[in-house]
T-cell receptor
Framework: KQEVTQIPAALSVPEGENLVLNCSFT??????LQWFRQDPGKGLTSLLL?????REQTSGRLNASLDKSSGRSTLYIAASQPGDSATYLC?????????????FGKGTKLSVKP | SAVISQKPSRDICQRGTSLTIQCQVD?????MFWYRQQPGQSLTLIAT?????????ESGFVIDKFPISRPNLTFSTLTVSNMSPEDSSIYLC???????????FGPGTRLTVL
């Protein structure tokens, strides 16, 4: 059974710092991996999607990497801003199970201090 | 991408009553899903809403408790029946884009059951 773990559970950094969020998964046979952002009491915003054949994706100040063989993904945020404060969720889609069954980690709660 | 709206955005309900949540997508999509996020937890897939046929439920979720309708390719409803305080959660509608399998989420419905 696929399990997704995110470390750390919470992170507080000063504005301007570069940071890395970690995600690990137990079964490397994934279809894709997606990073989301969730603001308090809100829905999810898709940040980056990495297909199983890809190694990384970039969008603005965000860069996500994928190492399937080791079961790891990282989300790199450059020059962090207070507006980046949110919970970041990593989710994987397996080949088995329902097509919509993303398996989520519990998230990393990021706080960027001005 | 897909733009998803949900109604209501939040509600407070009495034990034993039912609430129907609506999900509207701005384009026709094949795959629509309903997720639940319990307080402090990550997301769990409830069911896949199939157009023209019954929904497909994940383990631990049943049709009598969470009836789903999918009358067309842009709309779905989820009903939370005979509610108890344990049903207090955020309920999210999700769709998969037909290309690349990127998954998008609605803003969620925050339900509190007293």
């Amino acid at each position: 059974k696929q399990e997704v773990t995110q470390i750390p559970a919470a992170l507080s950094v000063p504005e301007g710092e570069n940071l890395v969020l970690n995600c690990s998964f137990t079964d490397s046979a994934i279809y894709n991996l997606q990073w989301f952002r969730q603001d308090p009491g809100k829905g999810l915003t898709s940040l980056l999607l990495i297909q199983s054949s890809q190694r990384e994706q970039t969008s603005g100040r965000l860069n996500a990497s994928l190492d399937k063989s080791s079961g790891r993904s990282t989300l790199y945020i450059a020059a962090s801003q207070p507006g980046d404060s949110a919970t970041y969720l990593c989710a994987v889609k397996d080949y088995g199970g329902s097509q919509g069954n993303l398996i989520f980690g519990k998230g990393t709660k990021l706080s960027v201090k001005p | 991408s897909a733009v998803i709206s949900q109604k209501p955005s939040r509600d407070i309900c009495q034990r034993g009553t039912s609430l129907t949540i609506q999900c509207q997508v701005d384009s026709q999509v094949t795959m629509m899903f309903w997720y639940r996020q319990q307080p402090g937890q990550s997301l769990t897939l409830i069911a896949t809403a199939n157009q023209g046929s019954e929904a497909t439920y994940e383990s631990g979720f049943v049709i009598d408790k969470f009836p789903i309708s999918r009358p067309n390719l842009t709309f779905s409803t989820l009903t939370v029946s005979n509610m108890s305080p344990e049903d207090s959660s955020i309920y999210l509608c999700s769709v998969v884009a037909d290309n690349y399998n990127e998954q998008f989420f609605g803003p969620g419905t925050r339900l509190t059951v007293l």
